[in-house]
């Protein structure tokens, strides 16, 4: 009786605290174009992306495909529509402008580097 009462606890205690685990909102963004970011090709097509912090993530298909920094920049008015924009004259990708929002993630490059302070 004494064993089934702490299992109990124990299976709600981790139930509580997978619930209150933060879920990162993923929204959707269309590349219309092959693109690059972080030194990763992604193909035109439609993705997810979700950020956490300094770190944003392409999902294509549920499967992550890059994970690169970012950092936010506010802008005066809320964007629109999704967009994204690139260096001048290629694929490389410079900021995500996500609809709804009035903060662009300006793209800082790898994870990893953005660590080391690349």
Do not use: C, W
Not at 10 to 16: D, F, G, I, K, Q
Not at 60 to 79: D, L, M, S, W
Not at 96 to 115: D, F, P, T
């Amino acid at each position: 009786m004494k064993k089934s009462f702490v299992t109990s606890v124990m299976v709600l205690a981790l139930t509580v605290a997978a619930l209150a685990a933060p879920k990162v909102k993923k929204q959707d963004l269309v590349l219309v174009k092959d693109s690059e970011v972080a030194g990763t090709v992604l193909k035109a097509g439609d993705y997810q992306v979700a950020v956490e912090g300094g770190t944003a993530t392409f999902y294509h298909n549920g499967k992550i495909v890059a994970t690169f920094a970012v950092r936010n920049q506010e802008v005066p008015e809320k964007f629109q529509q999704s967009a994204v924009a690139y260096d001048t004259g290629s694929r490389n990708l410079r900021e995500i402008r996500m609809a709804g929002s009035n903060v662009k993630l300006v793209v800082e490059g790898s994870v990893s580097g953005a660590a080391n302070g690349k």
